[in-house]
């Protein structure tokens, strides 16, 4: 039985990169707490919510006259 050299350096490749991804990489913040995979991830999708629901809040925010001065308006 013959294995393809092609499909065996493919193989390779893909298990390193596996192992690559799988490898665990943390940073010690001021040494004050780990900064690892999971610790980054909460703080992007919490970053990324707030900005949404910021976004959305603004989005939906209309100006509102207040009163009239020498026949123009201002607004809020």
Known sequence: MTINKE????L????RVEAVLNKSV???VCRLFTLDR???LTVVN???TYLII????TASE?????AFKNNTRTTC
Do not use: H, I
């Open 7 to 10: 499909y065996t350096a493919d």
């Open 46 to 48: 919490f970053v990324a």
């Open 12 to 15: 390779t490749e893909v298990v």
């Open 62 to 66: 209309k100006p509102q006259v207040v």
């Open 26 to 28: 943390s940073f010690t």
């Open 38 to 40: 999971q610790t980054f």
């Open 54 to 57: 910021t976004l959305q809040f």
